[in-house]
Every structure is written in C-alpha cells, then in structure tokens.
Nanobody, 117 residues
Framework: VQLVESGGGSVQSGGSLRLSCTAS???????????VAWHRQAPGKQRELVAS???????DYADSVKDRATMSRDIRKNTVYLQMNNLKPDDTAVYYC?????????WGPGTQVTVSS
C-alpha cells in the first residue's frame, strides 16, 4: 500500500489550498480503510491530527482548523482531499496522509504547506 500526498505549496495568509492523498496497492477502494486522516508537523513541534474520515464517510476536525477545513474523498480515484481555507501562518507544516486497514497503518511522505503573513 502506498499513499502519496500532493497539492502543498506557498500561499499568503487568507489563501486556500487543496491537498490530495492518493492510495495505490490496496484491495478494494479507499473506502476500505477503516480511517483515513490528515496530520501535520510544524518545525520543532509534535505531529498533530488535523482531520479524519471513517470508512462510512464521517469526518472530524481539530479545533484549530474547524470551520476552515473540509475533508472529502473520490472513491473512483482512491483519493482523499483536504480543502484548507483562510490559511494562517500557524498552518505552516508538512501535511501527512495516514490510513488504517485492518491492523496495518500507512503513511505518505508528506507535502509542505507554507503560509506567509
């Protein structure tokens, strides 16, 4: 199983980005994962959970991004998305996709998001 993130970049405060995470090598579709999540890690800080989606499509968000983030998926493309609006400099981090299938967990290599004031 491989997860690959894309869509990161440099934006100004108040801007938007849509991050993508595409899964390959899985049996079934991306909805077969028990949970798919987005995490982020800023320099010098611990990795933190940003958003998650269950196999049934229920989503949950960290308080720090609630009302600014939307997680969605395209099952045909085996891809999940994280739409981030009204970005702030505190959102600067490497964003990682994470998924669980059975007892196995998988991580992507991450995509950098940089927000300038």
């Amino acid at each position: 199983v491989q997860l690959v993130e894309s869509g990161g970049g440099s934006v100004q405060s108040g801007g938007s980005l849509r991050l993508s995470c595409t899964a390959s090598g899985i049996s079934g579709s991306i909805s077969s994962f028990k949970v798919v999540a987005w995490h982020r890690q800023a320099p010098g800080k611990q990795r933190e959970l940003v958003a998650s989606m269950t196999a049934g499509g229920s989503t949950d968000y960290a308080d720090s991004v609630k009302d600014r983030a939307t997680m969605s998926r395209d099952i045909r493309k085996n891809t999940v998305y994280l739409q981030m609006n009204n970005l702030k400099p505190d959102d600067t981090a490497v964003y990682y996709c994470n998924a669980f299938q059975g007892t196995a967990g998988y991580w992507g290599p991450g995509t950098q998001v940089t927000v300038s004031s």
